[in-house]
């Protein structure tokens, strides 16, 4: 009994250091980025190691960060509607080798390449932005997409890798149009309540969520409110916590709902390498980018909005996740989240 109790304490006191250890390194971070808030969720083995908010999530209110803070997720949304298109090809419905003008009858010829699985990609050959976008109008998605259609593509279909935002205004259009809701509604029905996320919404400026987080931005020494973005965009268009993102990690871990083991693998498998280093282990997979950092394979995302910085990093064989939200414009959190990840990997089993 006494054996077991002084092995309790110890395991106690290591990740009562380790957690010491993580807050020093975050704090030494958000100082020399100048960091406002930030939410941090750390997994490893399917056990929480870190949940919780360092600094302001309102600077004039004094309200600070905690792990039911919401933060945008920006472009870690895009993992969203590729697990969405995902659940649509388990279903049937549609195929990643569809031609897009099965969705789009009137876009140009010059489109008859592209494929879904060009889209979630980034190697359809279309624009990044579409023209027609503007970050401080409500839009209807169509509208957005038709604006490019007068558009050359910038390089032939399927031949690299270039980050496309349009791409993924064409996906939640085709996720309306096959499953016959919203893409919010769909994704909200087939993803977010199966995780049991339940703090994870669209963004929507007028509405009144609460534990909303600010963002903001930091120039010339001082801080200033970020100008709120009033357009969805589904290619960053969710809002979330690092506790709704904790659940959404089990599900991605365990493999078991929503998509079946084989096609949650199919999304993180490399289909395109995101550099022309033919050495580099740099690759995208369908919403997912897939690294090496030093020895260990990763899967993830980050994501940046107007006053918001995120970054969701799986390293998927040491069972190590690591959310690192923030709201402040110009933080880097996945040096942030490296970091961390480089102190976890240096310790031990039991501490030994």
Known sequence: ?????????????????????????????MTKQNITGISLAIVKDGKTLVNKGYGMANMELRVPV????????????????????????QDGKISLDDDIQKFFRNAPDIWKP?????????????????????????????????????LPLDYPTGQKYQYCNLGYFMLAEIITQVSGLSWQNYIQKELFIPAGMTNTTMTDFYQVIPNRASGYVFNNGTYFNAE??????????????????????KVLREKKIILSKENWETL???FVRTNSDPDSASYYGFGWAIDDYRGHKSIGHGGSNMGFRTQYSRFIDDGLSIVVLTNTNGANPDKIAKELASYIFRQKPNGK
């Open 1 to 29: 009994m006494l054996k077991n109790l002084i092995f309790l304490l110890f395991l106690y006191s290591n990740l009562v250091a380790q957690v010491d250890s993580v807050d020093i390194i975050v704090q030494n971070q």
């Open 66 to 89: 905690n792990s039911n803070t919401v933060f945008r997720l920006a472009s870690i949304s895009k993992q969203f509607f590729a697990t969405a298109i995902m659940k649509l090809v």
């Open 114 to 150: 592209i494929r879904i699985k060009h889209l979630l990609s980034h190697t359809s050959g279309l624009v990044r932005e579409a023209p027609g976008y503007e970050n401080f109008k409500i839009q209807s998605d169509m509208s957005i997409i038709k604006s490019a259609y007068d």
């Open 228 to 249: 709120a973005m009033l357009a969805v965009r589904p290619s960053g268009g969710f809002l979330s916590t690092s506790t709704d993102m904790i659940r959404w990690d």
């Open 268 to 270: 993180w498998q490399p």
